[in-house]
């Protein structure tokens, strides 16, 4: 089975910065990677998918990269709204079943 | 597409419990429903999965046994049942739909187990 690690858990920035969010698998998923964003009381919204797709409706300002075992979501010029938890999800070939990473919580410095 | 989850729960110890996942926007039998806890203030959880077509589930080893997921081809609707809930079993559960590219959630079940 498939571990799924992101990093840090939780990262402190100023509104207009420019942020990365890293998710690590312990084995190859190659692109099979989606970005979730997650607000408070809000069911998760998906952001990206195949690792680098950014979803209908999401802004440009969000980016994915990486395959392999190695993936960034970075955000460019971070507005008020996109201060929420994100998480990395991917999907283990056996046992088949998805995997989430335990989550980055983005809070305003 | 649109997944539309039942009402809140509260329920004690040992009770059994149905919460269901209504679908619509898409063709049912073509796709897999999957279920998602969230406890209280924690990350998200993949429980296990349906094949609307055929039924055939997967699950997480963290939940095999302890819960059951089918689905009703008549209304479009996925379920999710235990049998005995514990007081661990507290929190909100998602119905999500995942493919390569989709990931359609549903607005989530908050299910409260205290005695």
């Known amino acids: 089975e498939i571990a799924v690690t992101q990093s840090p858990a939780i990262l402190s920035v100023s509104p207009g910065e420019r942020v990365t969010l890293s998710c690590r698998a312990s084995?190859?998923?190659?692109?099979?990677l989606d970005w979730y964003q997650q607000k408070p009381g809000q069911a998760p919204r998906l952001l990206v998918h195949?690792?680098?797709t950014r979803a209908t409706g999401v802004p440009a300002r969000f980016s994915g990269g990486g395959s392999g075992t190695e993936f960034t979501l970075t955000i460019s010029g971070l507005q008020s709204e996109d201060f929420a938890v994100y998480y990395c999800q991917v999907y283990n070939n056996w046992p088949p079943m998805y995997i989430f990473g335990q989550g980055t919580k983005l809070e305003i410095k | 597409v649109q997944l539309v989850q039942s009402g809140a729960e509260v329920k004690k110890p040992a009770e059994s419990l149905k919460i269901s996942c209504k679908t619509s926007?898409?063709?049912?039998?073509?796709?897999?429903i999957s279920w998602v806890r969230q406890m209280p203030g924690k990350g998200l959880e993949w429980m296990g999965r349906?094949?609307?077509?055929?039924?055939?589930?997967n699950y997480s080893p963290s939940f095999q046994g302890h819960v059951n997921i089918t689905a009703d081809k008549s209304t479009n609707t996925v379920f999710l049942q235990w049998s005995s809930l514990q007081a661990s079993d507290s929190g909100i559960y998602y119905c999500?739909?995942?493919?390569?590219?989709?990931?359609?959630w549903g607005q989530g079940t908050q299910v409260t187990v205290s005695s």
């Open positions: 195949g690792a680098s």
């Open positions: 084995q190859s998923v190659r692109s099979n």
């Open positions: 349906i094949d609307c077509g055929d039924s055939d589930t």
């Open positions: 999500a739909l995942f493919t390569p590219s989709w990931g359609f």
């Open positions: 926007g898409y063709t049912f039998t073509s796709y897999w």
